[in-house]
């Protein structure tokens, strides 16, 4: 390659959900499209591809995201969560509360909701009602109203959820 000639792709060495694994990536990729595409994991759903409704957020080092306002790139050395990686064997409280204060009617919002909720509670394990607010005003749903959703969150502080 001459000196000149502009750098395209990269490689990028990501742990996703828990599995190391190194991909060559065009420099312009964003990391939804990585995750969605190059990945499979279409949880992490795209509202806007601009930065506004949240419905793509995911966890980069434990850090409530984004990926649409991220460059794939940017990921490399990293750790990503998806709401794929969220559950284990089981549901978590935090889903089973969605679950139960009926917190998403078409589910688009709520991957992101639930990304930037477990973010939220990883570190308050206990928000108050602004509090969760606050932590969820980057996420946007169509459907709910919001109520339910505030208080599918702070149930789990509570340990309300099943
Ligand atoms: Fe990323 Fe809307 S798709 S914020
Ligand atoms: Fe439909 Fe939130 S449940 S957008």
């Keep these: ?39 499979d994991l279409t949880g992490t759903h795209i509202g806007c591809d601009t930065g506004s409704c949240g419905a793509c957020t995911v966890h980069l080092d434990g850090v409530a995201v984004k990926s649409c306002a991220v460059l794939a790139v940017q990921a490399d050395g990293a750790t990503v969560m998806t709401v794929e990686g969220l559950a284990g ?10 679950h139960e204060h009926h917190g998403l009617q078409c589910g688009y919002c709520t991957p992101g909701m639930l990304m930037s909720a477990s973010a939220l509670l ?9 509090e969760v607010k606050v932590a969820l005003q980057g996420n946007i749903c169509r459907c709910t109203g919001y109520w339910n959703i505030v208080e599918a969150v702070v149930a789990v502080g509570k340990g309300e959820a099943a």
Excluded: K
Aim: hydrophobic letters at 35%; a negative charge.
């Design 89 to 98: 064997e089981e549901l978590t409280p935090l889903q089973r509360s969605f």
């Design 1 to 39: 390659m001459s000196v000149n000639e502009p750098i395209t792709s990269a490689v990028v060495t990501v742990t996703v959900n828990g599995t190391e694994s190194e991909h060559e990536v065009p420099v312009r990729r964003l990391l939804v499209h990585f995750l969605r595409d190059d990945l």
């Design 122 to 130: 990883a570190e308050n394990p206990s928000p108050s009602e602004d």
